[in-house]
Structures are given as structure tokens and as C-alpha cells.
């Protein structure tokens, strides 16, 4: 048997695959399992213009958030988390399932129990230029085809220049 379960940190990225579940992604357009941390891009529930960058470490749970603008989100201090945090685990149950989400970051909590309940947040550094250039990676990637419908993805991004 191999350890990575001891370590979290040195476990393998996660690949983005398709979510166990159906997830919002117009409330977490990304998410990924990489470097020891949860981390993501969670929407704001009151300005479409602006995002948060929320990541949680695998281990000790140290939680960061801040806006695409670097400003740390006023919900979360040392000690409590925020709603994005709160979103962007639940979004990570549905995309990789709560148990290996759970192995991922060491969080127990009793089966079928929300895995926020679980956290002993900790304060972390953020890591929102790391996570933002990995979502517009992970953008890029897309193969998006010509289509005028709207895409849930892109819907956090300010309108580009008025057209003509
Ligand atoms: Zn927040």
C-alpha cells in the first residue's frame, strides 16, 4: 500500500474529471485538489463582477480568501470560516466525492455529514495569483466551441468591451 493517505501533501494532483455529481458552476466555476490544498474560484453572491480565490490546506486546514482584487474577504478571521470557503468544500464533495475529498484534506466527520462540519480552520497565506492562473489554464484548456450560448464558466468575467 502505498502512504499518500499520511501525507496529503505529497499526494498527486487530482485531475479535473467530470463531478460525481452536478455542480453549480456558475457559484464555483473551478476547483481543483492540487499541492496539498483544496483550492478554487467561488462567485460572489452580491457583485457578478467580483470572485473570490478560497483555499483550504490539506492537514491543518488553514484557510485563505480573498477577491480577484487581493482583498481579503471580510468573512473569514483566524478562527471561523466564510460562506465561500463553506461553498467551495461543498462543491468539492459533488465534484470528487466526499471521501476522497475527506482523505485529501484530513477532515472526519461522520458519514453523510457535511465535511465543513469537519474543519478546524487554521488562518493560511493565500494563494489567489497561483489558483487564478491555474483557472485561466484550466479555461484555456476548454475546448470551447463557437456557440452564442452563455457559458457557465464565464459568467463571473466582466463584460469585456461594449460592442458596437
Ligand atoms: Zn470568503
Known amino acids: 500500500m502505498e502512504k499518500h493517505q499520511t501525507d496529503p501533501a505529497r499526494a498527486s ?3 479535473q474529471v467530470a ?3 452536478p455542480r453549480k458552476l456558475a457559484k464555483v466555476p473551478f476547483l481543483e485538489l492540487t499541492d496539498g490544498r483544496l483550492q478554487g474560484v467561488v462567485s460572489s453572491g452580491s ?3 467580483r470572485v473570490y480565490v478560497s483555499s483550504i490546506s490539506a492537514g ?3 484557510l485563505s480568501c480573498s477577491t480577484n482584487n487581493n482583498r481579503p474577504c471580510g468573512g473569514l478571521n483566524g478562527r471561523s470560516s466564510c460562506k465561500h470557503i463553506e461553498l467551495l468544500l461543498a462543491e468539492a464533495e459533488k465534484q470528487f466525492g466526499a471521501t476522497q475529498v475527506a482523505r485529501y484534506l484530513s477532515i472526519e ?3 453523510g455529514e457535511p465535511l ?3 474543519l478546524h480552520p487554521t488562518s493560511a497565506p493565500g494563494h489567489a495569483a497561483e489558483v487564478f492562473s491555474s483557472f485561466l489554464r484550466h479555461l484555456a484548456y476548454l475546448e470551447i466551441p463557437v456557440s452564442t450560448e452563455p457559458l457557465p464558466e464565464l459568467q463571473w468575467f466582466p463584460a469585456g468591451p461594449a460592442q458596437p
Open 13 to 15: 494532483t487530482v485531475p
Open 19 to 21: 463531478p460525481i455529481h
Open 47 to 49: 457583485d457578478i463582477e
Open 60 to 62: 491543518d486546514h488553514g
Open 109 to 111: 466527520v461522520a458519514e
Open 116 to 118: 465543513f462540519g469537519g
